[in-house]
């Protein structure tokens, strides 16, 4: 049975930081690009970032460049989500995705960004 399990979600002051993680199991981690996809109130999800499986290569939207680094670590199954200079646009749920040869989502985290 797969899993994506996510935490690091919360309330934070514009400015500030987190960082979130997404725990996989019943995959073989390495060989999956994973994505981490937002959804704020009454908006369509989009996605925030992604990473290959070896790590080499990452993508960004323009929204969060220069602010969110997306990492992983293979033998953790594990892929994180550093968010620096958090706006309160930034305010969504956010969702660990995992894709190769099918396509599996976890959960989502609440990210609040709030004074």
């Known amino acids: 049975q797969v899993q994506l399990v996510e935490s690091g979600g919360g309330l934070v002051q514009p400015g500030g930081s987190l960082t979130l993680s997404c725990v996989a199991s019943?995959?073989?981690?390495?060989?999956?690009?994973m994505k981490w996809y937002r959804q704020a109130p009454g908006k369509e999800r989009e996605l925030v970032a992604d990473i290959i499986g070896t790590g080499r290569s990452t993508n960004y939207a323009d929204s969060v460049k220069g602010r969110f680094t997306i990492s992983r670590d293979n033998a953790k199954n594990t892929v994180y989500l550093q968010m620096n200079g958090l706006k309160p646009e930034d305010t969504a749920v956010y969702y660990c995705?995992?894709?190769?040869?099918?396509?599996?989502w976890g959960q989502g985290t609440q990210v609040t960004v709030s004074s």
């Open positions: 995705n995992a894709q190769w040869l099918s396509v599996y």
């Open positions: 019943g995959v073989v981690f390495s060989r999956y690009v």
